[in-house]
């Protein structure tokens, strides 16, 4: 295959803490091994309507710290189309991109995995997602971050529910598994944690929380993910209530604060290591694949077993967690 003499570089799906530093990441490397980089953005459908901007190095200056992304992001419905994928296929022909890197979560993945059984222009992916649910990678960028942002508000969360003896349950993001609660519920010492991998865990509360309640505990802290199948916080504690009617019980949803703010030490160095790898890896003519940490090396992963094969939550984790809040 001749030498690669520009790429493309895309943030997609809910932005992430250290999806700039990705940026950066790639940009650099890419323009260290004299490859151009074309920016996209607002994800794919900036790649369908031709949004396209030349990055240089300055371009990516002063960002490593910043939340959010330099480049946007939206959730694309055109690109699930074949009539889409054409179009942004064609632009990028246009461009001439010999290769397009994808910072984003499994639907991100998904549409690049069906563009490259499409077209020929390679594309890599970037594990980025606060929700950390992609299989393949120990750790997706953001994940840390919005841990970090958690167990700061639970804290702050914990000093009133204890002025005031009260029962909180508290919801976290997370989409369909249970990542940020478990370990975000293990660092904030919650009572209990609730995941959608579990069904069913209202009726247990009352056993979690017994010891707890028999020595007094001044506050009570429940993590609930927010795909959790009684309905999120709100759902959990209505149907919770009249088990614990010597209780006052609030409720907080954390919501979009997971999202932002700066990146962790972590998330700036794994999104530094991603970015630099998914540009070697279009250099070494790779594609439909995704970077990602595994026992702290980075590893290259198909897209058709990252987008397929479901991760595990950390069961031991949560064993723990429920182990010491006793
Ligand atoms: O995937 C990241 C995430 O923040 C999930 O945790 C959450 O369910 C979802 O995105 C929220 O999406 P939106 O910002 O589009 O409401």
Known sequence: MAKIKRIGVLSSGGDAPGMNAAIRAVTRTAIYNGIEVIGIRHGYQGMINGYFKLLKTFNVSDIIQRGGTILKTARCEEFKTPEGRKKAY????????????????????????????????????????????????????????????????????????????????????????????????????????????????????RSFLEEGFKRKKSSNIIIVAEGADEGGAFGVAKKAKKDFQDYSVRVTVLGHIQRGGSPSVYDRVTASRLGYAAVEALMDDQKSAMVGLQNNEVVLVPFRKAVKLHKEVNWELLEIANILSV
């Open 90 to 205: 064609n632009n990028l022909k246009d461009r001439r991109l010999d290769g397009v890197v994808v910072i984003g979560g499994d639907g991100s993945f998904t549409g690049a995995r069906i563009f490259n059984e499409e077209y020929d222009i390679p594309f890599i992916g970037i594990p980025g997602t606060i929700d950390n649910d992609i299989y393949g990678t120990d750790y997706t960028i953001g994940y840390d971050t919005a841990l970090n942002t958690v167990i700061e508000a639970v804290d702050k969360i914990r000093d009133t529910a204890s002025a005031h003896n009260r029962l909180f349950f508290i919801e976290v993001m997370g989409a369909e598994a249970g990542f940020i609660a478990i370990r975000s519920g293990l660092a904030c010492g919650a009572e209990a944690i609730i995941i959608p991998e579990i069904k069913n865990q209202v009726k247990k509360l």
